[in-house]
């Protein structure tokens, strides 16, 4: 209404404009003038215009409008999944190759959305979920160490992640196609860990095929255990996700072991509080992840 009025420097134009009477528009300029404390507008020959008050008021409500234009926008974009921001948890081993090329193919899709990357392992991860503190999560679980999810968070399976083992050059078993467990009693064990509970998981594997595994160094850096199996130092566990990563001087071979294999999955809210975005998101880590097991074959 102020702008019309400026705009037409007339009531009786301003009003037809605005599909009001004259004295309706009036009136309705009577009351803005009470609740603001000034005078708005001034006669003169030709019409009406903006007193000082009323052009500092217009100013304000033009900044206003322009404000709430941009928050529907924005809104209308979260809401599509096409703006907005997604908080992405993700664990050490997907994050060297299932997040980033998701994300990658996401971006191109959805430029602007802001991606918000936090490293944790999946029990930190799926509490954060719960807590509404991340958007979307990658997590795990083996079979023998179930992951434990909260009844507001769903999770989906996204692919198996098989753990291979790594061995330093010249290694006796470097020339089997498969190795079996068993075969490694007696080996130093580099174990890469993660915060929370799989941290017995290697133990636990190790104990079932019949020996105690002799850990020479722990770490949850992949870098130091790929560097401390290199130099000679001990085997370790290779997720197949880090496989594409793995330096060329380790050898890798698969473990006929099934309870070192991990389902990988995806944790959101329930559906109620679910981001179309994270919808979107784990569309392209099914992509990514059908692509990464037909590599595998």
Known sequence: MLREVARHGSLTRAAAALSYTTSALSQQISVLEREAGARLFERHARGVRLTEAG?????????????????????????AGDGGRLRFGSYT??????MPMAVRAFLRERPAVSVELVEADRDEAVAAVAAHELDLALVYEFPAVPLV??????VRRLLTDPLYIALPPGHHLAGRERVRLAELAGERWIQGVHRGSTLDVLPRACRQAGFEPVIAFRTDDQMTVRGLVAAG???????????????????????????LTRTVMTAVPAQEHRLPAAVA??????TVAAELQAARG
Do not use: C, K, Y
């Open 281 to 286: 998101m784990i569309e392209h880590l099914r």
């Open 55 to 79: 052009r500092a008021l217009l100013a304000h409500t033009e900044r206003i409008m322009t404000e709430l234009r941009a928050a529907e926008s924005t809104l209308a974009a979260i809401g």
């Open 93 to 98: 081993t997907a994050n060297a190759t299932l």
């Open 233 to 259: 130092l001990g085997v370790a566990l290779a997720p197949f996700l880090t496989l594409p990563a793995t330096a060329p001087d380790l050898v890798v071979r698969p473990l006929d072991e099934p309870l």
């Open 149 to 154: 999810v909260p009844a507001n968070v769903e």
